[in-house]
């Protein structure tokens, strides 16, 4: 199961390429390796706090299933950083007209409802986590250097360091 899960994880990441903004990928193809072409404000904005709120519940899912102390200290820990990074977001995005959707990509919901119907919860968890945090944490450090918003790429940066302790943790536990 979890060899599926891991080509599910990385099908969602680079599937979604419609424009508008609810159909935005989990991380635009590209985006987060050496090169990217620069992401405008309003797709980044809304990338980014995509994965803020599916960060936000996975991690309140992880703290009301996992059983694993150290599975919940991740857990909290980055639902302190997904509201974090998204209140960041809301507050920057309002500076460049790009304010964040309250509402996660279908690739992210679909991450959420494969994570709600897991049966080893904390290996499922764990498991999107790997995939996940240093994916986002490569997509903000990249904006943060090639970001097309001067407003918007100390809030990368913000991000990138928050998702770097969460991978510190991840790296832990395993």
Same mark, same amino acid.
């Given at each position: 199961? /979890? ?6 994880? &990385?099908?969602? #990441? ?10 935005? +990928?989990?991380? +635009? ?17 809304? @990338? ?15 703290? $009301?299933?996992?059983?694993? +102390?150290? @599975? ?5 820990? =980055?639902?302190?950083?997904?509201? &974090?990074?998204? &209140? =960041?977001?809301?507050? $920057?995005?309002?500076?460049? /007209?790009? #304010?964040?959707? /309250?509402?996660?990509? $279908? =690739? *992210?919901?679909?991450? #959420? ?20 945090? +240093?994916?986002?944490?490569?997509? *903000?450090?990249?904006? %943060?250097?090639?970001? &097309? ?16 302790? =969460?991978? %510190? ?6």
């Amino acid at each position: 199961m /979890n060899r599926w899960l891991m080509v599910g994880v &990385g099908a969602l #990441l680079v599937a979604g390429c419609a424009s508008g903004r609810g159909a935005a +990928p989990a991380v +635009p193809a590209g985006a987060a390796g050496a090169g990217a072409a620069v992401l405008t404000a309003t797709r980044f904005v809304d @990338v980014a706090a995509s994965a803020a709120l599916y960060a936000i519940e996975a991690g309140r899912l992880a703290q $009301a299933r996992s059983r694993d +102390p150290e @599975v919940r200290a991740l857990a909290a820990l =980055q639902v302190a950083n997904g509201e &974090g990074i998204g &209140g =960041q977001l809301s507050y $920057a995005g309002r500076r460049v /007209n790009a #304010l964040p959707d /309250n509402e996660m990509t $279908a =690739q *992210h919901r679909a991450l #959420l409802a494969a994570l709600k119907s897991a049966r080893d919860f904390d290996a499922a968890y764990l498991e999107q986590q790997q995939q996940m945090v +240093p994916l986002m944490r490569r997509f *903000h450090e990249d904006y %943060a250097v090639r970001g &097309g918003s001067a407003t918007l790429r100390p809030v990368a940066r913000f991000s990138a360091e928050k998702l770097a302790e =969460q991978e %510190a943790l991840l790296e832990r536990i395993d």
